[in-house]
Nanobody, 118 residues
Framework: VQLQACGGGLVQAGGSLRLSCAASGLTFSRYFMGWFRQTPGKEREFVGSISSTGSRTIYAESMKGRFTITRDNAKNTVYLQMNSLIPEDTAVYYC????????????WGQGTLVTVSS
């Protein structure tokens, strides 16, 4: 199983980025997909998740209204659209996959760095 996240980069505060995570080696449409982020010295933080069909999404409170998670099961890809970015959003962003019956995520991607300048 491989989760390949990309799309990170440097953006000014108030700007937008869209991250992608391409999955392979698993039946993508069976898995819930999550996005997490981590900065040095801090614990990994939940960003949001999307159900296997894409019908349901959940977001951390600080991301609601700014971040949107979507997926394309035909392309085995999940997306994280980030708008109104602030410097505090600077982090390495990870995608992860879990079966609906699992609490823990089974698979993790390698992360992509997002840097928001003030």
């Amino acid at each position: 199983v491989q989760l390949q996240a990309c799309g990170g980069g440097l953006v000014q505060a108030g700007g937008s980025l869209r991250l992608s995570c391409a999955a392979s080696g698993l039946t993508f449409s069976r898995y819930f997909m999550g996005w997490f982020r981590q900065t040095p010295g801090k614990e990994r933080e939940f960003v949001g998740s999307i159900s296997s069909t894409g019908s349901r999404t959940i977001y951390a409170e600080s991301m609601k209204g700014r971040f949107t998670i979507t997926r394309d099961n035909a392309k085995n890809t999940v997306y994280l659209q980030m708008n109104s970015l602030i410097p505090e959003d600077t982090a390495v962003y990870y995608c992860a996959a879990r079966l609906p019956t699992n609490v823990q995520y089974n698979y993790w991607g390698q992360g992509t760095l997002v840097t928001v300048s003030s």
